[in-house]
């Protein structure tokens, strides 16, 4: 099966070890680290959604205006709007896109994070929500008739949008999580699903878990799976682990300056040492953490206990050889969609593009090949033996 790369579309410099030095949203910055991107073999680029954050729909009809390859994973909160005038914002940014369009919805696993912009719902109220309404958005794309709905949280009538996407039947849905209520959603809606970096053993029992919900949702089809990174490459081994604990030194240091407040804790608030995340993704990053600091190849666990388990935050160290062979060990998991984001942010894109995404690359197409080899050959037999059969019956 093919792979994909998925990098970051920020629209400023910061990251977890440098201080912004831009706007928060930075014109050139944005359309430059969108470029290099492009121009070193990724696929694709999140947007994504934070509350007081640029409005990530307007900076993707801005990259989208100004590239012609890219890809976009837009990032969307159901709480921040209707589902019908989302619909008809995604419908939009398809066309301005010319059919480059992936929608990633976020349920939200954090009270605070989501208070800040109005949402007090329990978070299994959340993924109730987060569930009717991709419903909603995907039949808005798709009906052309006026359509009623009376939901758990949503009552329209007579809806019919005027705008519709590019791509057909609809663009891709795109989730996350891993909590029970996680899988259950994202399992029925989702045609990708997104992990953050585990060990091999972890991720594949999560990807199990997707399958599962699929099947209990009565899907013939899986979603496709995503797992993300922060890799960390230099061109030796010792380089690249003394460019890792310099990292950590400088993620510690912003935190303890008070600097990096992780997402969801409110300024002023308890250390993050002494915060327990909410959210099961988060919560499972750091007990993995605690468990140990390398895991299978190449996985590094001190950057996300450093950030307190905040989103993608385990790494992969080492070399681009070493990086790929790590990478390459989840794609024989399943693993087909392959986010990765560094520290700074259009150095390392542009270092990882050049370096590991060719070796990924020329290692799945081998692969590939070896499939489809051991497929036909396989066929060739079964054929053979059919009409040695039928000679011999004769």
Not at 16 to 36: G, I, K, N, Q, V
Not at 57 to 68: G, I, P, R, V
Not at 145 to 159: I, K, L, M, S, V
Not at 221 to 230: K, S
Request: hydrophobic residues 40%; aromatic residues 8%.
């Amino acid at each position: 099966m093919p792979v994909e790369f998925l990098g970051i579309a920020a629209t400023g410099d910061g990251s977890e070890t440098t201080p912004r030095s831009t706007a928060a949203f930075d014109r050139d910055y944005t359309l430059r680290l969108a470029r290099a991107h492009e121009d070193h073999g990724w696929d694709r680029v999140l947007f994504a959604y934070g509350a007081g954050s640029p409005e990530p729909a307007a900076a993707a009809a801005f990259l989208a205006s100004h590239l012609d390859r890219l890809q976009i994973l837009l990032a969307h909160r159901p709480n921040v709007s209707y589902p019908t005038f989302a619909a008809k914002t995604f419908a939009t940014l398809d066309q301005i896109s010319d059919g480059r369009l992936t929608v990633h919805f976020i349920t939200g696993g954090s009270d605070h994070e989501q208070q800040r912009e109005g949402d007090f719902l329990s978070k299994d109220e959340r993924y109730e929500r987060t569930r009717e309404y991709i419903g909603i958005v995907k039949k808005a794309w798709t009906s052309r008739e006026p359509f009623d709905h009376e939901g758990a949280h949503y009552r329209f009538n007579d809806f019919v949008s005027d705008v519709f996407p590019v791509q057909q039947p609809r663009p891709g849905v795109s989730f996350g999580g891993s909590s029970d209520a996680a899988y259950a959603a994202g399992g029925a809606e989702a045609d990708v699903y997104c992990l953050w970096g585990e060990p091999l053993a972890r991720t594949a029992e999560q990807i199990e878990r997707v399958k599962e919900a699929a099947r209990a949702a009565g899907r013939t089809d899986v979603p496709r799976i995503q797992v993300a990174f922060r890799p960390i490459i230099a061109p030796t081994e010792e380089l690249a682990w003394e460019k890792a604990h310099r990292t950590v030194a400088a993620i510690r240091a912003r935190r303890e300056s008070g600097e990096l407040v992780r997402r969801g804790r409110p300024r002023g608030a308890a250390a993050p040492e002494a915060v327990t995340p909410e959210n099961t993704g988060s919560q499972r990053l750091i007990e993995i953490a605690e468990a140990g600091e390398r895991y299978d190849r190449a996985l590094w666990t001190p950057t996300a206990a450093a950030t307190g388990g905040a989103g993608n935050s385990n790494a992969l160290v080492g070399t681009p050889e070493t990086v790929a062979e790590a990478l390459l060990d989840y794609y024989d998991l399943g693993v087909d969609i392959l986010s990765a984001r560094g520290y700074h942010l259009l150095d390392d894109a542009i270092d990882f593009g050049r370096h590991v995404i060719p070796i990924v690359r020329e290692e799945v197409a081998k692969r590939d090949a070896a499939k489809a080899a051991a497929a036909a050959e396989h066929a060739e037999r079964t054929e053979r033996d059919r009409h040695q059969l039928i000679a011999v019956q004769a």
